[in-house]
């Protein structure tokens, strides 16, 4: 999937003695027309610049480090690479634009150059930008021939082929085991030792994925021979060019091996005929998205540490220029700020395309789930403008102890409506105190409750709600009772609980024809089994609650219930990662919500469609709808609701490296819930708070926060006490 928010293009062509070059947003691409500008330069003393370069990567140390000499040298020639590459208006916009992506779209005779290193004397393209290449080339190959990505990737780690690299085979097993706690996301084949040409050319194009850890050849004589060493030959640029072809190649090539993206020395010819192709080139021309190799010559311990950040990056719904961002910062930060090995690394491909979407589980970023059994009550009951249903309540309960409590629940709503939580409470406890068996006071007491914290408190006023709707013998109170002690139990983390109210809720309201209730049972069943990954089992459901809410859409409670269903499947198929999906069925829930006027009820729909802009790297609209669904959630005093949000814009920030933002955010979230009961959300908390000193590299701070969530999550039935486990197992390796 691409994430294409904040990105910036970079076309360069070349001519005789000069550069033709256009910078600009990549939805500026269909523009009819764009503006360039020309620089003219010398290949001779370009080509002695890249020379210099290379020999300086080449020079670093034991630890990727040159002397202080060396280094000021290197800075130089990005500094000089800047001024006589780029002209003045591309020189301004890089200046000055917040930008994240960057697409270098090069002809194929200026890959020679090292664009990563280019300086403004402040900042490297290549550790300010997420930086991928595209290669503009007339020779024909398979560039719109691309693998179709199944629902579960397939990888192949080849490591130590030759069986003389101890570690590259370490290399391969640590990222392996990296890999297998994905298990659901991705088949991994591990192939090491007595590698032969035979084995890759057979099995090569049946993976999306190939990591290659072990020796590269490069032959300056004839760089069609250049290629990966195996037990009996070498996977050459032909062998590649050959295969593709017939069909495409994996979507991702990482040759984490020296030379593996060294490309012929830059020329000015434009003889196409006679240019040769690295392994980048050929990987390209037959049908890969992405090739990340190493330009010069690469140390073990350092090949290892970039490519574990990397796949850690890349395995957390990162782009892969991001991933190779960080990666190459790794290395950085692991140094005493002189090493230049990050420079290696060359990636070519869109550097906004997303591999992999995180689990959706209440210890990931998730979207938040409609509390549909909560809210339908309080919007069937108390539409704003709905006298008619004032009506009806007050027709059907005439003769109940206290009349006048029907005023009260109307004072009660106010109560709600301007967040005035406490005072609902007491005014409920009123109405109860004179007439216990007043049913419509139940469902606002416990909403009350709920926008507090007090999930224990709600469960027991749903017990009563149960016990005096079973004495009237109304079915269809009963019913609704039933679905909110199952959305108290799911709040809690008691997985068998709720299922067995909901199942309660259901067998009633299908025995009663009651069909709204039957259809509110329905999609909290459905969520029940989405939390539990079973997708299949949450769309049948969903799928008959909207064919009920459908035939009846005349009537305003049915038509709320199916912007509740639209809402879900939403969330259903963002779950899935199929967000254009997702976006269809959360604005059909929008307009629905907008027809019934029901607009205190979109905090929900605010943050699922701000965290659809966050996967595509909007961060911009992300902020702008978690900041109305935040403001909802405010007024109305919802506290478990307000801990998620700010934890949500916690792991927004976190995605943007603002450490001190995140942190801030989540401790905000976290003392929320030092004062209210919400289990989940405080694990989710903790978790997220890990994550954020997992980032900054404080493992102990890490380990602490890990445990406590995994505390919680022992005593509940999900499968999230395993994934922190693991997480906890990962920051020893």
């Not at 300086?119 to 300010?128: A, I, K, V």
């Not at 994925?209 to 590269?216: E, L, N, R, Y």
């Not at 505390?711 to 020893?732: C, F, G, H, P």
């Amino acid at each position: 999937m691409d994430a294409r928010g904040n990105m910036l293009v970079l076309e360069v062509s070349k001519g005789n003695n000069e550069l033709k070059m256009s910078l600009f947003e990549a939805g500026e691409f269909i523009s009819t027309v764009r503006n360039y500008s020309k620089r003219s330069v010398s290949w001779n003393e370009l080509a002695v610049l890249c020379q210099e370069s290379a020999h300086l990567l080449n020079k670093a140390d034991k630890k990727g480090e040159l002397d202080p000499e060396s280094f000021k040298a290197f800075k130089n020639i990005g500094q000089l690479l800047w001024d006589n590459l780029l002209t003045r208006q591309v020189k301004d916009k890089l200046s000055s634009t917040n930008a994240r992506h960057l697409i270098l779209s090069i002809d194929e005779e200026l890959v020679g150059i090292p664009w990563e290193i280019i300086s403004n004397g402040s900042e490297f393209l290549g550790l300010r930008f997420n930086l991928g290449r595209l290669i503009n080339t007339r020779r024909q190959g398979n560039l719109s021939i691309y693998r179709s990505f199944q629902e579960k990737l397939r990888m192949l780690i080849i490591a130590n082929p030759t069986g003389d690299l101890k570690s590259a085979y370490t290399e391969g097993s640590l990222i392996k085991a990296k890999f297998e706690s994905w298990n659901k996301k991705v088949n991994i084949d591990f192939k090491s030792t007595s590698v032969d040409s035979i084995y890759i050319k057979k099995n090569l194009r049946d993976y999306d994925i190939v990591h290659f850890a072990g020796h590269c050849e490069y032959d300056p004589d004839n760089p069609q021979n250049t290629g990966w060493s195996l037990i009996d030959a070498r996977f050459t640029v032909r062998d590649i060019l050959k295969m593709g072809e017939a069909l495409p190649m994996p979507s991702l090539i990482f040759s984490n091996a020296c030379q593996s993206a060294r490309e012929s020395s830059l020329s000015p010819s434009f003889n196409y005929h006679e240019k040769v192709y690295g392994l980048a080139s050929a990987f390209l021309f037959s049908g890969s998205r992405h090739y990340l190799g190493a330009a010069c010559k690469i140390r073990d311990e350092f090949g290892l540490i970039f490519a574990r950040e990397f796949y850690t990056y890349l395995l957390h719904a990162h782009c892969v220029g991001e991933c190779v961002r960080r990666a190459r910062l790794k290395l950085l930060h692991n140094s005493s700020g002189s090493s230049v090995l990050w420079a290696n690394y060359i990636l070519y491909g869109d550097p906004s395309f997303i591999f992999f979407s995180l689990p959706k589980k209440k210890i990931l970023p998730r979207a938040k789930t409609f509390i549909v059994s909560k809210r339908r009550e309080v919007k069937s009951i108390l539409v704003a403008s709905g006298a008619a249903i004032l009506i009806l309540i007050f027709s059907v309960y005439f003769n109940a102890v206290n009349p006048r409590g029907y005023l009260e629940i109307v004072k009660t709503r106010g109560h709600l409506a301007q967040g005035r939580n406490a005072e609902a409470v007491l005014s409920c406890n009123q109405i109860l105190g004179k007439a216990a068996d007043f049913l419509p006071a139940y469902p606002l007491l416990c909403q009350a409750y709920q926008r507090q914290g007090m999930l224990s408190r709600a469960l027991s006023s749903y017990f009563e709600y149960i016990i005096y709707s079973q004495k009237k013998g109304d079915k269809k109170m009963l019913a609704s009772a039933y679905i909110g002690a199952g959305r108290i139990f799911h709040d809690k983390g008691d997985y068998p609980k709720a299922k067995e109210f909901y199942d309660k809720a259901l067998v009633l309201s299908t025995d009663n024809k009651d069909r709204l209730n039957e259809a509110v049972s329905l999609r909290r069943l459905a969520l029940w089994y989405m939390d539990k990954d079973d997708d299949n089992a949450a769309i049948e459901l969903l799928t008959k609650s909207v064919e009920i809410n459908s035939e009846r859409s005349h009537k305003a409670d049915h038509r709320y219930n199916l912007a509740c269903d639209y809402f879900d499947l939403g969330l259903l198929f963002s779950n899935k990662d199929d967000f254009k999906a997702a976006r269809t069925f959360y604005n059909k829930s929008l307009k629905l919500f907008a027809s019934l006027k029901a607009k205190d009820e979109l905090s929900d729909y605010y943050f699922n469609q701000g965290e659809l802009y966050l996967f595509e790297k909007e961060y911009q609209k992300a902020l702008e709808c978690y900041a109305r669904g935040l403001k909802i959630d405010l007024a109305h005093n919802n506290l478990p609701n307000i801990a998620s949000d700010y934890s949500m814009f916690g792991e927004l920030y976190l995605e943007l490296g603002s450490e001190l933002e995140a942190e801030k955010y989540f401790c905000q979230a976290l003392e929320i819930t030092e004062n209210i009961e919400a289990p989940l959300e405080k694990a989710s908390i903790y978790y997220n708070l890990a994550e954020l000193y997992k980032f900054k590299g404080q493992k102990v701070k890490a380990k602490k926060y890990l445990r406590l969530s995994q505390e919680i999550y022992s005593k509940v039935d999900t499968n999230d006490y395993a994934q922190v486990k693991e997480d906890i197992l990962s920051l020893d390796r």
